[in-house]
RNA sequence: GCCCUGGUGGUGGAACUGGUAGACACGCAGGACUUAAAAUCCUGUUCUCAUUGCGAGAGUACGGGUUCGAUUCCCGUCCGGGGCACCA
């Protein structure tokens, strides 16, 4: 019988899931168990187009890393699960009425059948959906924990908001140490003098868990907020619409009073450089010195936020973004009409407008002056859309002659600047190098002096003092929409906020008739009435959260998924600890892996958890890139005309259309340009019967009609998504799994093609022939290996575990190749050679390898046997080959005996014969012998 | 603009701490088997020159440097990919 994976897939697949091949157990009480290892996956948003071939490249190296370490002595979490709350269930809800949970659990039930095909061995019994209302449950607890909570900025964790309670009934707000903007201060007498409302309020501004009014995205098309990583270039990430900036009442979570542990605690963690750089860039901490200026003529003080307190001799000017709250206080009479006009404009542009004229100079006079606190300089205070009112205080001391946009902006304006620095040739001002002139006491003091020296003055001048900024702003958390995680939030009759008690928890979304955003900006949920209104006037809020609320602490509900009691039992969560390896691409380098970071640090502040990061080591996999075809439809004359006739100058006159890339020949390759033969246009007609009487217009090569080909992202709506369905149907799993393995290192971006496969698919063949006649009879011996076949096992023993655990899972399988092609051309039978392969295959081929397996007569699971190890004696070497350089230059080879003694083969080497022509009449300067290695002869 | 990455044959890639550049695979060329094709198997395949045989030289984006020796380390330039972007 010839090599057919798909006589045995099937039949192992089954066996698995019969047998729970893949179950792990928590640990009992009182037994010792083995040693953890947590893999985790990012798990996926069921999507209705299925799995592409880009989304398994992660899984399958994960997968073969946690198959490595089961085999390797481990008991290991490898679980999987769904993001399953999300916008494109909700638009597909409102396009057809299919409820979002319907729609979405048959997503699941195809993802899982493409799981299944691929042969992972998560288990199962651990899956978790983040829609399902005992898994939200945890979602909306640590919600209200994080509502009863404020951050403490001495003890640097998060405290219960009663001890803050009883703070200010005893000594009110000046000194409590809690994180919060709010500017409020009030004694003790005061704070026990508010209404329950105003008390409501003044906690607001420090819970961490906290709802106010802010400026948003908005996005009409969508009727919801978004998040800033979810607008990209102005428009929604989704979907493409406009986004507009939108005061509106907001629930949000205080992620900044996290930002510098954040930020620290990226230094311990095995990930990328590339990615720790990211989360730090967004971060964004910088140090400075904030500094009160005098208002001439107000009692009222301006406070700024600069990183160069050096150079504040060089200010000229002050700036405030325009939404600054003091505007309206400073501006004079005779400019109110056009500072207004100006903030109206400001405030109606969008994101995309600011961006494209990032570089034009904008700004309006207040008409008032401040006044420099070190020399009484008189500066005018302008508004300008430049500075922005949600980074430092919104406002600036403006240094024309150290900032690039302050020299624009005074050069358009006609202010004066004043060279503060004198900087050495070449330099630029964000170098902070040079000297100190025209400052006065600063004066002569290098750049770094200077900020010291500033910051000390400032301090003891009582005008401010050094303080640290971070770009991080606090995470939005509300979204109008239905499909989501509703807040675990009532309001009493005075609207005053109250988390639902945890035994009323979960709050499960009703069922709705309709899921467009109810009118007013408010969501969907507005329209449940009866689910809205509760007894005693009470009201539930109508927000739900954001896609990033179940995502962010997954990974804990793996440890024990079932728990009525807590997200996981106390015994999982310090036996489990936290994920060991986390696999997924770098789209979520930033959102996802921060808003989990934070939930894990508030979950082990209020002692939830027992550490405070979830992913120790983390590897980024590349995408896998589709190929984009395109073909071009004449905008007038409605024909379609080959690429070959399509050039720069009639371009314009062409509407481009995205071809199922089924129908395309030849792409991927360079001297053969992609086209579509004459049955590819029957098809594509048939495909969009709108074109189905269009013309094609060929170009000068006559026989071809060739489309335009890119490399891109693998989508539905790009007609290129392929799926692996076919692939397995075609070469079987274990072919598809080390084909995506033997594409490239992991972490690289590459296009898909299938030109190496056959390769991989050989491969499988010529290892399944070692065991198996043309019959299909296992054909092993218990002859001895000869010590050539064992070296080569075991020498493959060695690199695989090595390469293995470096996640080269490419090189593996090139190692695997070699070790086949080594003992079939020596014919190798034997069973000692053959059968450690077995194993050490299995975890990339687990259906071949399990078939061998259980053919050898083996009960029970190769999967769960263990890896074999290797034997150094196999491979010790009497004899080195040695190259012999001269001038670095490799001339010759020489065999020696490895433990030949340095000078023995220097000697040997300088009279080696085939050296000889190159060292001839010149004189040896220098021999290196490098044991092991090598030899140069330097002359 | 700033930050992070990467640049190796016709192609995907290998070379882990400086030590034989191009493993493995695809593709291509030639051969075997076949009436023929496919499949399979064998041989060759970095480039240039030479070729009757031995060979010789160059070569890891480009230009320098350190070193006995550099794909690997350092400096500069160019190009690709990703991220951030008026952050004071």
């Known amino acids: 019988m010839a090599f057919d994976p798909n006589s045995y897939e099937s039949k192992w697949r089954q066996y698995w899931r019969d047998n729970s091949t893949y179950r792990v157990e928590n640990p009992k009480a009182g037994e010792k168990p083995k040693p953890k290892y947590f893999v985790l996956d990012m798990f996926p948003y069921p999507s209705g187009a299925g799995l ?43 396009q057809t009425g299919i409820h979002p949970a319907e729609s979405t659990a048959t997503n ?36 209200a924990r994080m509502f009863e909570s404020y951050y403490d900025t001495a003890l640097n964790k998060a405290m219960p908001i009663s001890e803050l309670v009883s703070a200010f009934a005893k000594t009110g707000n000046a000194n409590v140490t809690a994180a919060t903007e709010s500017k409020n201060q009030f004694t003790a007498e005061e704070w026990n003098g508010f209404s329950r409302k105003q008390k409501s309020e003044a906690l607001m501004d420090y819970r961490i868990a906290y709802r106010r009014t802010s400026y948003v995205n908005w996005c009409e098309e969508l009727g919801t907020v978004l998040a800033n990583d979810e607008v990209v270039n102005g428009v929604s990430e989704r979907g493409g619409y406009p986004v507009e900036k939108k005061a509106m009442l907001q629930w949000s979570l205080r992620t900044s009073a996290y930002a510098q542990r954040l930020l620290d605690d990226l230094n311990d963690l095995e990930w990328s450089d590339s990615l720790k750089t990211q989360q730090r860039n967004w971060i964004g901490r ?49 400019h109110k009409a056009s500072i207004n006009a100006y903030r109206e404009r400001a405030a109606g542009r969008s994101d995309i407008e600011r961006q494209a004229d990032a570089k034009e100079v904008s700004g309006e006079f207040t008409g008032s002056y401040a006044v420099n606190p070190f020399n ?62 025209n400052s006065d006491f600063l004066n002569g003091l290098k750049v770094k002096e200077a900020i010291k020296k500033a910051n000390y003055e400032v301090q ?25 995680e509703p807040f675990p939030i009532i309001y009493d009759a005075e609207g005053i906020p109250e988390v639902v008690a945890d035994d009323q928890l979960p709050v499960k979304l009703p069922k709705l008739d309709d899921y467009k955003p109810a009118p007013g900006g408010d969501g969907p949920l507005a329209r449940a009435k009866d689910w809205v209104n509760l007894p005693d006037g009470y009201t539930r809020e109508t927000d739900t959260m954001p896609a990033v609320a179940g995502s962010s602490w997954y990974f804990l509900r793996f440890m024990d998924p079932g ?78 005309a080959s690429a070959d006739l399509v050039n720069d100058d009639n371009r314009d006159d062409f509407a481009p259309n995205y071809v199922l890339v089924d129908y395309i020949s030849d792409y991927g390759f360079d001297d053969r340009p992609s086209n579509l033969s004459f049955e590819n246009i029957a098809s594509f007609r048939k495909w969009r019967p709108d074109y189905k009487d269009t013309e094609f217009r060929y170009g000068p090569d006559k026989d071809k009609f060739f489309s335009h080909s890119e490399v891109g992202k693998m989508s539905k709506s790009r007609y290129n998504v392929v799926n692996p369905d076919l692939i397995i149907e075609r070469y079987g799993a274990d072919t598809f799994r080390m084909y995506e393995m033997f594409l490239g290192p992991i972490e690289a971006h590459k296009p898909w093609n299938t030109n190496g496969i056959e390769g991989v698919y050989k491969f499988l063949r010529r290892f399944y022939q070692l065991f198996y006649n043309e019959e299909g009879q296992l054909i092993i011996t218990d002859s001895a290996a000869t010590p050539e076949q064992l070296k080569t096992v075991h020498g493959t023993i060695k690199k695989v575990r090595e390469d293995i655990e470096r996640f080269a899972m490419n090189t593996c399988v090139s190692a695997f190749m070699v070790c086949v092609n080594e003992l079939r051309s020596s014919k190798c039978t034997s069973r000692d050679a053959l059968e450690p392969l077995v194993r050490l295959l299995a975890p990339f081929a687990p259906y071949l390898t399990e078939q061998i397996w259980s053919d050898f007569g083996n009960e029970g699971s190769v999967h769960l046997t263990s890896l074999p190890v290797h034997d150094e ?50 004189q040896i300067k220098k021999v290196i012998v490098v044991p092991g290695r090598m030899v140069n002869i330097v002359v």
Not at 118 to 143: C, H, L, M, N
Not at 382 to 408: C, F, H, K, N, Q
Not at 567 to 595: N, P, Q, R
Request: net charge negative.
């Open 52 to 94: 592409h071939v880009g989304h398994p490249l992660g899984y399958i190296a994960s997968d073969i890393y946690s198959r490595y370490k089961r085999m390797t002595g481990h008991n290991v979490l490898h679980p999987m699960g769904y993001d399953a709350f999300g916008l494109p269930a909700e638009q597909y809800a409102i």
């Open 108 to 143: 699941i039930k195809r993802y899982r059948e493409q799981f299944d095909l691929i042969g992972f061995s998560f288990d199962w019994e651990r899956e978790v959906r983040t829609s399902e209302p005992q898994y939200y449950k945890w979602t909306q607890w640590a919600f």
């Open 286 to 334: 910088s140090t400075g010195c904030q500094v009160f200026f005098e208002i001439d003529g107000k009692t009222d003080r301006l406070e700024i936020y600069t990183t160069r307190p050096d150079t504040i001799f060089g200010t000229t000017f002050m700036v405030l973004a325009p939404e600054h709250p003091m505007v309206d206080a400073i501006t004079t009479s005779e």
């Open 376 to 437: 009484g300089k008189k500066l005018p205070i302008y508004i300008a859309e430049y500075v922005l009112v949600d980074y430092g205080t919104g406002a600036i001391m403006a240094v024309p002659s150290d900032d690039e946009r302050d020299e624009r902006f005074a050069k358009h304006f006609g202010i004066e600047i004043i060279p503060v620095v004198d900087r050495p040739e070449g330099s630029s001002a964000a170098d902070k190098v040079g000297t100190m002139i």
């Open 460 to 484: 003891k001048r009582g005008i401010g003092q050094a303080k640290t900024n971070f770009k991080l702003r606090d995470a939005n958390f509300s979204r109008q929409r239905y499909w989501g």
């Open 563 to 640: 728990n009525p009691d807590a997200i996981a039992s106390k015994e999982a969560m310090e036996y489990w600890e936290s994920v060991d390896l986390y696999v997924g691409g770098t789209e979520h380098a930033v959102a996802h892996l921060l808003y989990a970071r934070f939930w894990q640090k508030f979950l082990y502040d209020i002692d939830a958890v027992p550490v405070a990061e979830p992913f120790k080591k983390l590897i980024n996999q590349g995408m896998i890139q589709g190929v984009v075809e395109t073909i071009y439809l004449h905008k007038e004359d409605k024909y379609f």
């Open 873 to 922: 004696q196999y491979l010790v070497e009497s004899e080195v080959e040695y190259p012999i350089s001269v001038n670095g230059k490799k001339r010759a080879t020489a065999m020696f005996s490895v433990d030949a003694s340095k000078d023995d083969i220097e000697k040997a080497a300088i009279t080696h014969e085939a050296v000889q022509s190159y060292i001839e009449g010149k």
